[in-house]
């Protein structure tokens, strides 16, 4: 891909090059100067790289400063003609994130003005260049699919499988019911049946992105299992066999292909094995950038466009060990690329296809990297940033134990803060189907499982039921689906990301460890899928239980309390205070007019009973005197506040009840 080539004034230049001023760049303060503002015009207009994106980069201010007017007075402010309007600029040489990754941060400010301009310039070579042995950041390869990308990815997973002991092996005996099998030749597939097969496999993550054209069903097995052309095929599919072959595999599996999907009975048990398929795979070949199945991963690529002032550009640089080589900067304002960024990772199921995987081949939109659970590697692009996505994917691996015996209980805690993680990630994430919802994270699940030794109900662990039920929805649709698919209790019932604040409970009340989790039942709608669907699901709570108006306001306060507590509502769904209705138990009437007579306010009838010294449940009483959860409630920081202690004053004199919760 070519670079513009750079043009830089002597201020610039010297930056980079002389030894001096080199080694104040690199120093923990980095490195200070005033420029002139007629001279940085003057640097401008005679093309200097630097300046120019710097000029562009504090033209996307709010109030950009404008260059064209006199003394370059900020556009919509008034400033004194008198002021010192003097360019101020600092240049540092910084690590970010991990791996590292060199960038420039170049910030600064005209004379008085408050507003400062920042920007970061990531710092890469090219392969051929001498400073290539000092700097490990390569610019961005546009040729995803080229021999090049797929041998080097070829090696990485060689020496994974060679050298990395925290790396699962394959087991050639644990394979699939189904594989592609894509040594046909003559550009021809076929489904087959791997009782008859042995090796390796690799396994697609993808977005369907629709109706699939081409799937396994009941009436296309026979044909399927005959032969299929490669040309039938969507891009991603068809692009994915292509990798599998260059890496030298006979066998695909991909889930359209090797489920037959008119079948309830073999999506559950395919869907059951989900956890085996993924964790055994050769490479798990991630279609990334591909929003849909006829997207294909293997296009050449094209650079993102943030804004106008993003651009690559070439300029010389003294290394190390002295020798003027080429260099490459990128302006990127966003500090590196995510991996949220991709349309792969808003798919939900795609979330355990990337935790149960020991080996992972990203094809994104900006590099093509391999993860394991002993590292990273990349084929240039833009330096990946630490998210949670990452995190989980190498977190899981960690510990790829098959028995709770086998594991310490810090192990098992680690599993524990994972799924709380994965439930953050994966419940913002689409799905297509909204009976999916446990279906799509049942592997991960069943690893929790039998790792801890736990429970599984519902989502939650039966271990530690009781603060599990804290849970509150954050971001995203907060609604309930249109049928059910989980007891009210359970974060499986809403739309929308649900997390645990699980510092809050080191705040201990006695009212809190008072109320008792009596009876938890959950009913799976088939026997053989614990992990999947449900059929019912019910709680019973006995605890000190407190009934109170709320009229669907953010904040109560709670005056009986010296000094008064106030507590956030957390609603599980939005404007279900308006809405909500239950007609499953005949109850119409979700308001209650305020005992207050000098208003006629619409209020519903809160039920709470604390579960920490900081949270406590927020139920609906219905009319058959079962009730529903609606949101949580959380105490507030106050300086004169003693979390604890302040749970018990407002609930000790609370009646005790037993609350049946669906």
């Not at 991996?339 to 979330?351: G, K």
Request: include cysteine; charged fraction near 20%.
């Amino acid at each position: 891909m070519s670079r513009n080539p750079s043009r830089a004034c002597s201020n610039c230049a010297a930056l980079l090059v002389d030894p001096q001023l080199l080694s104040h760049v690199k120093s923990e303060a980095g490195y200070e100067y005033t420029v002139g503002v007629e001279d940085f015009h003057r640097s401008v207009q005679r093309g200097c790289t630097f300046c120019t994106v710097y000029r562009d980069s504090l033209a996307a201010l709010d109030k950009p400063i404008d260059l064209d007017s006199p003394q370059g007075v900020p556009s919509g402010e008034s400033l004194p003609l008198d002021v010192d309007m003097d360019l101020v600029r600092k240049v540092k040489y910084v690590l970010l994130h991990e791996p590292d990754v060199e960038a420039f941060q170049i910030s600064g400010q005209f004379g008085s003005c408050p507003r400062t301009a920042s920007n970061y310039y990531i710092v890469m070579a090219d392969r051929a260049s001498h400073a290539a042995k000092f700097i490990n950041t390569r610019p961005m390869n546009p040729e995803t699919g080229s021999v090049e990308t797929l041998t080097k990815a070829k090696g990485w997973i060689s020496r994974c499988l060679n050298s990395h002991t925290l790396c699962r092996k394959p087991s050639h005996s644990l394979l699939p019911s189904r594989l592609i099998d894509v040594g046909c030749g003559d550009d021809m597939i076929r489904v087959a049946s791997s009782r008859s097969m042995a090796g390796p496999y690799a396994a697609l993550s993808y977005c369907w992105g629709g109706p699939q054209q081409v799937q396994l069903t009941r009436e296309t097995v026979a044909t399927l299992e005959t032969q299929l052309s490669l040309h039938s095929l969507p891009a991603t599919i068809r692009d994915a066999v292509a990798v599998a072959q260059s890496l030298g595999l006979q066998y695909l599996w991909v889930d359209a292909l090797c489920i037959i999907q008119d079948s309830p009975e073999d999506k559950m048990k395919e869907i059951s094995r989900m956890e085996d398929y993924y964790q055994n795979s050769y490479v798990t070949i991630c279609a990334a950038s591909s929003p849909a199945a006829y997207s294909g991963m293997l296009q050449p690529r094209q650079k993102p466009v943030y804004n106008t002032f993003y651009n690559d550009f070439s300029i010389t640089m003294r290394c190390p060990d002295g020798v003027l080589a080429p260099i490459i900067l990128t302006s990127n304002p966003d500090h590196g690329y995510s991996a949220d960024m991709e349309p792969l990772n808003h798919r939900a199921w795609a979330l355990q296809e990337s935790l149960l995987s020991t080996r992972r081949l990203i094809f994104g939109k900006w590099q093509v990297s391999f993860e394991c659970q002993s590292g990273t590697e990349a084929d240039g692009g833009y330096p990946a940033r630490w998210t949670d996505v990452v995190r989980l994917d190498r977190g899981l691996g960690y510990f790829p134990l098959s028995d709770k015996a086998a594991v310490d209980a810090t192990a098992v805690e680690k599993y524990y803060e994972l799924w709380d993680y994965a439930v953050a990630d994966y419940s913002r994430r689409g799905l297509s189907v909204s009976a999916d919802k446990l279906p799509g994270i049942s592997g991960v699940a069943r690893l929790v499982q039998r790792v801890t030794g736990d429970e599984y109900v519902a989502g939650l662990w039966a271990s530690k039921l009781k603060t599990d039920l804290t849970w509150k929805i954050t971001h995203a649709e907060k609604r309930r689906p249109a049928e059910w698919r989980a007891p009210t209790w359970s974060w499986v019932a809403v739309n929308g990301r649900a997390k645990w604040f699980r510092a809050r409970e080191r705040y201990h009340s006695l009212v809190a460890e008072a109320t008792e989790l009596s009876k938890y039942m959950v009913t799976a709608k088939s026997a053989g899928t614990p992990f999947g669907e449900l059929q019912s699901g019910e709680i019973i709570l006995q605890g000190h239980a407190m009934e109170f108006g709320w009229n669907g306001c953010q904040k109560m306060r709670f005056g009986k309390c010296t000094p008064p507590i106030v507590f956030q509502m957390h609603p599980d769904v939005d404007g279900e205070f308006v809405a909500f209705t239950d007609t499953s138990v005949g109850d119409q009437r979700p308001f209650r007019l305020s005992t207050n007579s000098e208003s006629n306010e619409k209020l519903m009838m809160i039920t709470s009973v604390p579960l920490t010294g900081r949270d406590a449940l927020m139920l609906r009483r219905h009319a058959d005197g079962n009730y529903s959860r609606v949101g949580v409630m959380g105490c507030l920081k106050h300086p004169s506040i003693e979390y604890g202690a302040t749970m018990d004053e407002m609930f000790a004199s609370c009646p005790s009840k037993m609350l049946r919760i669906l």
